[in-house]
């Protein structure tokens, strides 16, 4: 069975760091593009970062450039997001979602989330 | 940047009926389109893909249609455990995947 578990979420003040971890079991996670949706507190989705299945090729949603850094650890069957020079707007449910069909950018399995709040 | 405007932001249906929720992308994005279920504290979940091909555990009551512009995901026999929030999806070009803000189907 397919699992996406995200921890590191919580309280940070703006300007400061944090560091998501998704970690993934039950598929072959060195065989699929992987990718970071979120969603603020009572509204819509936001698609994040995404990263190839070999970790070569990144993207990034405009509003994150430069503060997000996606990367993956297939030793560890892990995708994480480093989050810095975080805003108040980036408060929101971070979701870890697995691409449906290698690198299709839809995504068929997605982990319960972890929250971010960022505010002084 | 493409923009997916759906619609209505809420519909009101009986249990029994059918909806039809509509979606429609700022440019076209041939069939790169996949539909999500959400239901309230719980992940979204995949309904759809390449804009009409069913996901695994999609019942039959739900279709999904269109191309180019214009989408739409119909649910027949609407049952008690389909009124969610349901968000199309575009993703024809990397990395400017975006979605479309949702519909609130609630019952009537």
């Known amino acids: 069975e397919v699992q996406l578990v995200e921890s590191g979420g919580g309280l940070a003040q703006p300007g400061s760091s944090l560091r998501l971890r998704c970690a993934a079991s039950g598929f072959s996670f060195d065989d699929y593009a992987m990718h970071w949706v979120r969603q603020a507190p009572g509204r819509g989705l936001e698609w994040v970062a995404g990263i190839s299945w070999s970790g070569n090729t990144v993207g990034y949603v405009d509003s994150v450039k430069g503060r997000f850094t996606i990367s993956r650890d297939s030793a560890k069957n892990s995708l994480f997001l480093q989050m810095d020079s975080l805003r108040a707007e980036d408060t929101a449910f971070y979701y870890c979602?697995?691409?449906?069909?290698?690198?299709?950018?839809?995504?068929?399995?997605w982990g319960q989330g972890t929250l971010v709040t960022v505010s002084s | 940047e493409v923009v997916m405007t759906q619609s209505p932001v809420t519909l009101s249906v009986s249990p029994g009926e059918t909806a039809t929720l509509s979606c429609r992308a700022s440019?076209?994005?041939?069939?790169?389109l996949a539909w999500y279920q959400q239901k309230p504290g719980q992940s979204p979940r995949l309904l759809f893909h390449?804009?009409?091909t069913r996901a695994t555990g999609t019942p039959p009551r739900f279709s999904a249609s269109g191309s180019g512009t214009e989408f739409t995901l119909t649910i027949a026999s609407l049952q008690s455990e389909d009124f969610a929030v349901y968000y199309c999806?575009?993703?024809?070009?990397?990395?400017?995947?975006?979605f479309g803000q949702g519909t609130r189907l609630e019952i009537k």
């Open positions: 390449g804009a009409s």
């Open positions: 979602a697995k691409d449906g069909v290698g690198w299709s950018n839809w995504f068929d399995r």
């Open positions: 999806q575009q993703y024809m070009i990397w990395p400017f995947i975006t």
């Open positions: 440019q076209s994005v041939s069939t790169d």
